[in-house]
């Protein structure tokens, strides 16, 4: 089991920096473990956000929105999607009573890519802890946040 103290050779000066170390260093663990997962799909963690958003909306959705419900709220965003289209993965679609607004939706072959991901693949990241752990570390980083 792992432990921040052992892990990055450090004492702490009370728990509380204990525990955002602890936050932050396990934000980077699951962070290269999604970047290496994603590497056989051709596609980064937060490219796999947006085709999970544009997957689940009943119809095409404006950028901004995708970018609001984005996990990784980055400003890069529009080049995220820009990737996604060239891959022809997700779509452009021009709003014909304003030109600057831009809708995309996910193509039939990112719903295919999608179908190839397995679904437990973040599961398997916290199979070390109970449903109920989860539950209380999820109420502890709302709380935090």
Do not use: H
């Not at 890519?113 to 989860?134: G, Q, V, W």
């Amino acid at each position: 089991m792992g432990n921040i103290g052992e892990d990055i050779k450090s004492n702490f000066k009370n728990n509380r920096v204990k525990a955002i170390i602890n936050i932050l260093y396990t934000a980077g663990w699951i962070s290269n473990i999604q970047n290496e997962f994603f590497k056989e799909f051709d596609i980064s963690p937060q490219q796999f956000n947006i085709l999970r958003i544009l997957n689940g909306a009943s119809g095409p959705l404006k950028v901004q929105i995708v970018k609001e419900r984005m996990i990784d709220r980055a400003p890069n965003a529009t080049r995220l999607m820009d990737k996604l289209c060239a891959k022809e993965l997700i779509q452009r679609i021009n709003c014909s009573e304003d030109r600057r607004v831009v809708n995309v939706e996910i193509t039939d072959k990112g719903k295919n890519l999608l179908n190839k991901i397995p679904d437990d693949f973040s599961e398997n990241l916290l199979k070390n802890i109970t449903e109920e752990e989860a539950e209380a570390l999820s109420r502890i980083l709302d709380k935090i946040r």
